[in-house]
């Protein structure tokens, strides 16, 4: 067994099918100040390996600082230094090969990848704060020849305009991407008011699992005009928003945890809360997740951005708590045809559960509210303002609800 084929085994699961896939096309394997005994050639920089490699090469990358913008436009796999390392516990430093962008404007990024199935594992990555041209330091372009099939494994994302791109460009979205056991950390330029740990303007069958994020003045994540995601494991500590989804549908964001979300009013797009559904999605659900501590709301369907209504959304099994504003509110004419069922918010600011006027047709069923100290004192830890001929005179129905409610009845 070649020493090629023991990293492959002993890595993921997706670096055990590159592996194959690399074996079975003779990939070359080349090197970038690295004295692995099985490099095949060696090049001074990772921009040149690139251009010297064929599809289906592997790109080795030893520790140390790379000033470049690496394009990629073939399908090549990048290992550094720290490849098959989970990078949230990893405190970067010397260990690290980091890839410092230096392109300016639309080619503002660490890498710029409009190839599919490209691997880029265990570098950090920095450097791309062009706000006005929105650096991203992974930036997966759609269009004419999108970057699907990308595995973006064990990086730390740091110090960007916005930590990783998945955009639609106008022709095709980005598809079959897998973002797991990354660190996004200070994705943000203050200077224009925006950061995002990852961003899309459209993309398909995407996991984005077992990350961390924090310092986002925007959100962890914002998802929009897109289809088939998967959020799950994921942490953020200290970011304005963790979730931002607008237009998407068939979608889910479970088991996360996040914590310390921040008031950002100087920010363009943030959600005011840590989960934040904006118009028009649909068959979203949002399970399963903890969510305490912030100058905000904890989930919020929102007209923020826009007027649309959502439908088919489920808002079950989450943990809300010690937000500065509500547990969970829905702002007027948003939701129709949708559940909130057994979540737990308590001793948050506002309201405990909100529906405003306008929502119809919404299940909200064995949910606990309790401990308010905002207005919930007042009107009671449920507030439904719709008017209709479901519960209690409202536009929606509610069984089997602990806490008070307004009106009578919604709440026990």
């Not at 080349?30 to 090049?43: A, L």
């Not at 304005?240 to 088991?255: D, P």
């Not at 959600?271 to 904006?278: D, E, L, R, W």
């Amino acid at each position: 067994m070649t020493s090629l084929e023991r990293l492959a085994i002993a890595g993921t699961a997706g670096l055990c099918l590159l592996g194959q896939a690399s074996a079975a096309s003779a990939a070359t394997i080349r090197c970038v100040n690295n004295t692995r005994s099985d490099c095949q050639v060696n090049h001074a920089t990772i921009g040149v390996a690139v251009i010297a490699a064929a599809a289906g090469d592997i790109i080795f990358v030893g520790a140390g600082t790379y000033n470049e913008t690496v394009i990629v436009d073939k399908q090549l796999t990048f290992l550094g230094a720290q490849a098959g390392r989970d990078a949230r516990g990893r405190p970067g430093g010397a260990t690290e090969s980091v890839v410092n962008a230096t392109a300016l404007g639309p080619l503002n990024a660490g890498f710029f990848v409009t190839a599919t199935g490209v691997v880029i594992d265990g570098f950090t990555i920095q450097g791309a704060t062009d706000g006005n041209a929105n650096g991203g330091g992974i930036d997966l372009k759609g269009g004419a020849s999108p970057a699907s099939g990308a595995r973006i494994l064990n990086n730390i994302i740091q110090n960007n305009a916005v930590g990783l791109y998945l955009n639609f460009e106008g022709f095709a979205p980005v598809m079959n991407v897998v973002i797991q056991r990354n660190q996004f950390r200070n994705n943000t330029v203050m200077a224009v008011g925006f950061g995002d740990g990852i961003f899309t303007s459209g993309c398909q069958d995407v996991t984005v699992a077992d990350n961390t994020f924090t310092g986002h003045i925007t959100a962890a994540l914002g998802f929009n005009n897109s289809s088939h995601v998967k959020i799950t494991g994921n942490q953020s500590t200290g970011d304005a928003t963790f979730v931002i989804f607008t237009g998407t549908t068939s979608s889910s964001f479970s088991h996360n945890r996040g914590s310390g979300f921040t008031s950002q009013p100087t920010s363009t797009g943030n959600g005011g809360a840590a989960v934040a559904i904006g118009p028009n999605n649909d068959d979203v659900e949002i399970s399963s997740n903890d969510l305490s501590g912030g100058a905000t709301r904890g989930i919020r369907v929102t007209t923020l951005f826009g007027p649309g209504a959502n439908q088919n959304l489920g808002i079950r099994s989450n943990q809300v708590r010690s937000m500065v504003l509500a547990g969970i509110a829905v702002e007027p004419g948003m939701l129709n045809g949708s559940t909130i069922e057994a979540n737990s918010s308590s001793s948050n600011g506002g309201d405990e559960i909100f529906v405003d006027t306008g929502n119809s047709d919404n299940v909200l069923i064995a949910n606990l509210a309790r401990v308010t100290t905002g207005f919930g004192t007042i009107n009671g830890t449920c507030r439904d303002n719709s008017v209709g001929t479901a519960t209690a005179g409202t536009a929606n129905y509610w069984f089997d609800n602990l806490g008070t409610g307004t009106p009578p009845g919604i709440c026990n």
